[in-house]
């Protein structure tokens, strides 16, 4: 069986976990953000982002911010904000994304995004919302031990999804000039 086709029979086997388990993630999240202990199980160095590269994503997040209300020097809000993003912006749904540890094998990612994408398209077919987010992947240890995964599997992001709030303002379809 590969590794994404055994990724999916679990997630069939277990597709009804408790809410309580994405609420309890939620709180063990908050507690080690505000600790300062994030332990991503991948690499994650932003100063690599040269370029263009940087340009965007400097531009992607003003976009967020500026669609949140939020002014850059205002770090209460931006924390708030990132509070939100880890409690999964009150999507009612998370669904947590690991791979197999192989090493440096891109071929694993690969197969994760096309499962991904694939996810997302067949939730929007049936009339839901979703949010791709990095944020949890940087907290691995703390999911793993509350949904019961072995260490072996390692965290890409998480997909928090629901039916779409048609009066909410959303701050990810924000008008951007570029992504």
Known sequence: MGSMTAVAAAALRNRFLPA???????????AKLSKGELKP???????LFTGIYED????AYRC???AAGVAREDKAARRRLTEENLTFYGAPHAAFIFI???GDNVDVVMDAGMF????MLTLADRGF????QLICAFFPNTVREILGIPA????LLDISFGHPDANAKSILSAPCARI
């Open 129 to 132: 919302g979703s949010v791709p």
């Open 20 to 30: 309580l388990s994405a609420e309890a993630a939620a709180i063990a999240m908050l």
């Open 116 to 119: 991904i994408q694939t996810f």
């Open 100 to 102: 197999p540890d192989t």
């Open 152 to 155: 072996n599997h390692k965290l």
């Open 56 to 59: 965007r994503y400097r531009d």
């Open 64 to 66: 967020i911010y500026e």
């Open 41 to 47: 199980d991948f690499s994650y160095d932003q100063s």
